[in-house]
């Protein structure tokens, strides 16, 4: 099993599990002291460890060792995402961690079914975050992706620009594909927007330019608000060799 934890709940060679997992580990899986864990804390390392205390709320872990972890991507994608009705939006989280993801930014914007407010909005951040929590620790992350607040569509823009690599994926772009723009990146930081299930206006596709960002075509199928910034990440790790197993 593998859990996360911030680098404040080491102390010496004992680990203590953030208060979720350690209820996990008691209740759920009910493990004993002595069974093994991996623990990672986002600074490269992965430690061996073996249950000490096993309480209700809290568990602690002796570490037995522990070696160089860092399979993270070389390159650093942002994906900037219209927030999706239903459990779409959870589903992007999921694949796009699998796939490499190094942040993700939800946005409101023209063609945004969804618009969350007070509670329903705090719930939907915890949840985020429980998703993309537990796709790290599925598919063996270095660290934990996180998940930003949602923002306005302008605002997303705003950050997208600072990226090495922009890109807007517009499905009414018919002269540039991503393959070629990906050829051409110098730099390992990209930005990719992505709209929600009725895609982006001319307006906003006009801003998007204006902002410095190159729209681009994934190809001649419309593919869903959940699968394009899926498509796209697999087209990014592809061309930086993020794909590739050391040979």
Do not use: W
Request: hydrophobic share 35%.
């Amino acid at each position: 099993m593998r859990f996360f934890v911030t680098e404040d709940r080491i102390c010496g060679d004992l680990i203590a599990l953030e208060p979720t997992d350690a209820q996990h580990v008691s209740r759920v899986l009910r493990m004993q002291p002595g069974e093994e864990i991996t623990v990672c804390c986002g600074n490269g390392q992965a430690y061996l460890c073996a249950l000490e205390q096993v309480g209700k709320t809290e568990v602690t872990a002796r570490i037995l060792s522990q070696e160089a972890y860092n399979n993270e991507p070389t390159a650093f994608v942002t994906v900037y995402a219209g927030l999706s009705k239903g459990d779409r939006f959870d589903y992007l989280i999921q694949k796009c961690v699998e796939c490499g993801v190094s942040h993700i930014v939800p946005f409101t914007s023209k063609h945004c079914v969804v618009r969350l407010e007070g509670k329903d909005y705090e719930k939907k951040q915890q949840r985020y975050a429980r998703i993309a929590l537990e796709a790290s620790k599925q598919c063996q992350r270095s660290r934990v992706v996180t998940v930003g607040e949602i923002v306005p569509f302008e605002k997303a823009l705003q950050a997208a620009a600072q990226a090495d690599c922009r890109l807007f994926l517009y499905e009414k772009e018919q002269q540039k594909s991503l393959s070629t723009v990906l050829r051409s990146v110098q730099g390992s930081n990209y930005a990719v927007v992505t709209g929600p299930e009725g895609g982006f206006s001319e307006k906003e596709a006009q801003l998007a330019q204006e902002a410095g960002l190159s729209c681009v075509s994934i190809g001649p199928r419309i593919l869903r608000c959940e699968t394009a910034p899926v498509a796209a990440l697999c087209a990014i790790m592809y061309e930086t060799g993020n794909f590739d197993i050391g040979e």
